[in-house]
């Protein structure tokens, strides 16, 4: 009993009352591009980027591919960009997945009335990984714990499509994983959504363009809300999801 003590004393607090106050310390979040001008004629952060998430004139960086690597960085002579961490980087549009030096804020997670009123209180998801490396599956079972606690929001994640509102998609979405995506999505019940997880669900990248991959799934089904990051931190998922239902913390 007394050791027990003692470790919850070492230990702390891990419960975090509220997800969107968060300071994660020592995240690669959101990144910040400065005002300075580039050098003529530079492309080293663009010849650093291993996912083609950058562009320049203007200097924007696509979260959709984005890996959060951070090779630009120190790459870029003249300190142009830089990361901090902010974990704030759900969207519900693909296209606000963009930052740049005119547009260096993701638009804010719009509200939705009809998810919010069918799900605000209930929401169950299934976790499909197409062809992932676990690192998005591992974030996803985190939100599970002590620390983020996603089920007193009332959403979990649920072992059968049966009973899930929705897939949280994880993978490039692999030939192979078409058929048992799929499957998965006809078993669930009207309505349901999709949230793409991680830079592989969101745009295939890194392995974008490859062979291996079938990504007609999503040119059907839209994805409701996208997670960019590799993988994206828990409270990137915690913070979107309840963004979209108008949940407070």
């Not at 106050?21 to 591009?33: M, Q, T």
């Not at 499909?128 to 985190?142: T, Y």
């Not at 991680?198 to 799934?217: D, V, W």
């Amino acid at each position: 009993m007394l050791k027990s003590i003692a470790v919850r004393i070492s230990q702390g607090t891990q419960y975090i009352p509220n997800p969107r106050k968060a300071i994660p310390v020592g995240f690669r979040g959101k990144p910040l591009i400065a005002p300075q001008a580039c050098e003529t004629g530079c492309h080293a952060c663009m010849a650093a980027c291993p996912t083609a998430a950058i562009t320049l004139d203007p200097v924007a960086i696509d979260l959709g591919r984005c890996v959060l690597c951070g090779d630009c960085g120190p790459a870029c002579p003249s300190a142009k960009i830089s990361f901090s961490n902010d974990f704030r980087l759900a969207a519900t549009d693909r296209r606000a997945l963009v930052v740049s030096e005119p547009q260096p804020d993701l638009d804010p997670i719009k509200v939705s009335e009809a998810l919010r009123k069918r799900f605000g209180r209930s929401l169950k998801l299934r976790v499909v990984s197409a062809g992932g490396c676990a690192g998005c599956e591992l974030e996803v079972n985190a939100l599970t714990n002590v620390n983020f606690d996603i089920g007193r929001y009332g959403i979990d994640i649920v072992a059968s499509p049966r009973h899930a509102d929705g897939v949280v998609l994880t993978g490039p979405i692999t030939r192979n994983m078409t058929a048992a995506l799929q499957l998965c999505w006809d078993a669930m019940p009207e309505p349901k959504l999709v949230i793409a997880v991680g830079a592989c669900a969101i745009s295939g990248s890194p392995f974008e363009g490859s062979t291996a991959l079938e990504r007609s799934f999503l040119e059907r089904f839209a994805p409701t809300l996208y997670m960019p990051g590799c993988p994206p931190h828990p409270l990137t998922f915690v913070c979107g999801i309840l963004d979209l239902l108008g949940i407070p913390s």
